[in-house]
T-cell receptor, first 115, second 113 residues
């Protein structure tokens, strides 16, 4: 079965500094990987995805993610953090299981950007 | 706006009661997913439907059930409610492509008192 791990419950970073939110995955076939962001009392919003091709994927709000097949990782990055980036971030993997595509989420990482 | 609509936004009910949460997926999406989000459990997958058929079950209690109708909207029924069922319930929909992302509704906040 597919699985996703986000090893950090919380990440703190100073405004203007680069940020990284970590994610590792396990799937039986080709990995289809996603990052979502959740602001307080809101639904999850899609940020970016990796399907195939370049290992560096660019997404919304200046975020990017680096796919590393050998390390089975898909870390979310941003060169310069903003206070408004403070939110809950979820990594997800989509895999074909028992006849359907299923989406499995990590536990989430709370990002706090400190002014 | 994700295109996924959930109603109601808030629901307060007493223990032992039954409620129904409704979800309208994005136009054209055949897959609907239900998730429960609580403070201590994170985002838990409950159940998935595809074009009216149940496709996958996650950590869904026997007191909970769901269905997807011919017009593709879905309902999640929660019965014999307990205090611990208080949570945010999200619906998401996706297209058929292997790399298709899911789009989430704003959620229904259920409070059981």
């Amino acid at each position: 079965a597919q699985s996703v791990a986000q090893p950090e419950d919380q990440v703190n970073v100073a405004e203007g500094n680069p940020l990284t939110v970590k994610c590792t995955y396990s799937v039986s076939g080709n990995p289809y990987l996603f990052w979502y962001v959740q602001y307080p009392n809101r639904g999850l919003q899609f940020l970016l995805k990796y399907i195939t091709g370049d290992n560096l994927v660019k997404g919304s709000y200046g975020f990017e993610a680096e796919f590393n097949k050998s390390q089975t990782s898909f870390h979310l990055k941003k060169p310069s953090a903003l206070v408004s980036d403070s939110a809950l971030y979820f990594c997800a993997v989509r895999d074909f299981v028992a006849g359907s595509y299923q989406l499995t989420f990590g536990k989430g990482t709370k990002l706090s950007v400190i002014p | 706006d994700s295109g996924v609509t959930q109603t109601p936004k808030h629901l307060i009910t007493a223990t032992g009661q039954r409620v129904t949460l409704r979800c309208s997926p994005r136009s054209g999406d055949l897959s609907v997913y239900w998730y429960q989000q609580s403070l201590d459990q994170g985002l838990q997958f409950l159940i998935q439907y595809y074009n009216g058929e149940e496709r996958a079950k996650g950590n869904i209690l026997e007191r909970f059930s769901a269905q997807q109708f011919p017009d593709l909207h879905s309902e999640l029924n929660l019965s014999s409610l307990e205090l611990g069922d208080s949570a945010l319930y999200f619906c998401a929909s996706s297209g058929d492509g292997e790399g298709a992302e899911a789009f989430f509704g704003q959620g229904t906040r259920l409070t059981v008192v």
